[in-house]
């Protein structure tokens, strides 16, 4: 056979828990047992499950990085299949924006497939909010069993709104349900979702509607909605962020009438370096463990950070809200070979190559000193050993031409769907944390009147402030340009030269809209 191109071991991170590879025999099996167990309390009481609250937050800490937690999380997922709306969160990287970062993440993983494996819809394949919103709206009508059947399903949601939501708006009120998003304003979105085409418009302003992001007012007349019931259009930042939250809160009531939610925090370790970020993630799981209902919370960290960085900063009463750790093991010599072995396999490998390439005295060396490492210390160890077999290296590779790096990285990055989603959190890390350090720049926090601008660099006594708002509403757009130009009078006035910038993705509508009047503005 002939040298492969690419080192089957150059991956040694797990960067989405729903793409993993093929778990070793009885690595981490306890630890996913428990995490099950916990969510077995969730589901005990049948429908609906209105007091079903959140049991304590699990913790799941190695001793060390490299030790499975997200490939962990993948198998939970997995495990959960079908059982739990399973939702994948990121650090937020803006304490006063938490609930708002925490709601986006949720709502971007209800759109992937209800299924554990994937996050691409392929076509006519259901979203998790598809199943959610069919399920809910099929039970409070009285008739669970019809989420599952197209034709009825959609006969039912064709009707006017009036007679549609009739029956759903009271049983809410049996059940003594309360939304803070307004009943109604709940299920017409939720029935517009479920009726609407994937490629539909309305769907997106309905995903909008839930992230509390502001409608025109066509979109909101289609989808059913009075004005009361529409997000503010420009509410400061902070009260946005609580009415995010009051909307994740909403989606864990509603889910009484189908599956719990399943909610794991993974790479804690980004809020080692601000006690105030950890502090705050302490208020939020202690929140969601308090308040929240039909909620499992899984954590996931480093155990030394943890104890030095992270949970030392939370406030007391936050600290009774997460469970006694439970620890991820490392590997040993059966399972690295077990491991090694289902890779090199994927890859289609020959089994004679194989067998060479696992031999006996080689991972007899490698387990020498211990009888269990860290996973992701055998993969390292596994790809040194293939690019000396395979490209005839004996000490370690110089590093390559960065140029190459560097568009061998964005080819990949353009290509996973997940990639091209807009992430505030993810931009505002990235120019806060990994440009910081830079000569001659410093990068502070900063905190508008209105929150639009939360992010500031100056350097030479020249000042650009950064904003993450993914919205595309004129009126949102119209009161940024007023700060933002309040901003810059300001500094114009005392003689410093400032600018402002916002991020947009390809796939968003572009900013400032073709028609809107204050194109010019924006442009100068």
């Not at 939250?245 to 719990?260: G, H, T």
């Not at 209902?293 to 009463?317: C, E, P, Y």
Request: net charge positive.
């Amino acid at each position: 056979m002939s040298k492969l191109p690419i080192n089957p071991f150059a991956e040694n991170i797990v960067g989405e828990p729903r793409r993993i590879e093929t778990p070793v025999t009885g690595l981490n099996d306890s630890a996913l047992e428990k995490l099950t167990n916990a969510f077995e309390s969730l589901t005990k009481d049948s429908l609906p499950r209105v007091k079903s609250q959140a049991p304590h937050a699990l913790l799941v800490t190695s001793a060390a990085p490299g030790y499975g937690k997200s490939h962990l999380l993948g198998r939970l997922f997995r495990k959960l299949e079908h059982r739990a709306t399973l939702i994948y969160a990121k650090p937020f990287q803006d304490p006063s924006l938490c609930w708002r970062s925490l709601l986006h993440h949720m709502v971007m993983e209800l759109q992937y497939p209800d299924r554990a494996d994937t996050v691409a819809c392929a076509p006519g394949e259901l979203s998790q909010l598809d199943t959610f919103a069919r399920h809910v709206l099929a039970f409070l009508r009285n008739q669970p069993n019809e989420a599952s059947q197209a034709p009825r399903l959609w006969n039912w949601l064709r009707k006017p709104f009036g007679i549609l939501l009739r029956k759903p708006a009271q049983a809410l009120k049996m059940f003594g349900v309360h939304l803070q998003g307004g009943d109604t304003a709940w299920l017409k979105v939720l029935s517009t979702y479920a009726r609407e085409p994937a490629s539909s418009h309305l769907r997106n302003a309905c995903l909008d509607w839930i992230k509390y992001q502001p409608l025109e007012q066509e979109e909101a007349r289609q989808i059913g909605l009075r004005q009361a019931e529409l997000p503010e259009v420009d509410l400061p930042y902070v009260q946005r962020n609580e009415e995010c939250r009051e909307r994740i809160f909403d989606l864990l009531k509603l889910a009484a009438f189908y599956r719990p939610f399943a909610l794991c925090f993974d790479q804690t370790e980004l809020y080692e370096n601000s006690p105030n970020l950890a502090k705050v993630l302490g208020q939020m799981i202690r929140q969601l463990h308090a308040d929240g209902r039909n909620l499992l919370i899984v954590i996931t960290a480093n155990q030394h950070v943890w104890d030095s960085k992270i949970f030392k900063n939370f406030q007391h009463a936050d600290q009774h809200a997460i469970a006694p750790p439970i620890f991820t093991e490392g590997i040993n010599r059966m399972q690295a070979k077990e491991l090694a072995a289902n890779r090199l396999c994927t890859w289609q490998v020959d089994d004679n190559k194989i067998q060479s390439f696992l031999d006996a005295s080689w991972l007899d060396q490698i387990f020498e000193a211990r009888a269990e490492i860290s996973t992701r210390d055998f993969i390292n160890k596994c790809s040194q050993r293939w690019k000396e077999r395979e490209e005839g290296r004996t000490e370690p590779p110089s590093p390559p031409d960065l140029s190459v790096v560097y568009q061998t990285y964005r080819a990949k990055f353009l290509h996973a769907p997940k990639s091209r989603v807009y992430d505030a959190g993810v931009l505002q890390w990235v120019f806060q944390t990994v440009f910081n350090g830079e000569p001659g720049l410093k990068t502070e926090r900063f905190n508008s009147d209105k929150g639009y601008l939360s992010l500031c660099w100056i350097r030479d006594g020249a000042c650009v402030y950064f904003g993450f708002e993914e919205g595309d509403h004129f009126k949102r757009w119209e009161a940024i340009l007023n700060e933002t130009k309040r901003y810059h009078n300001h500094d114009q006035h005392n003689h410093i030269t400032s600018r402002s910038i916002f991020f947009r993705v390809p796939g968003q509508k572009p900013i400032p809209g073709q028609n809107w009047r204050i194109r010019a503005e924006f442009e100068k």
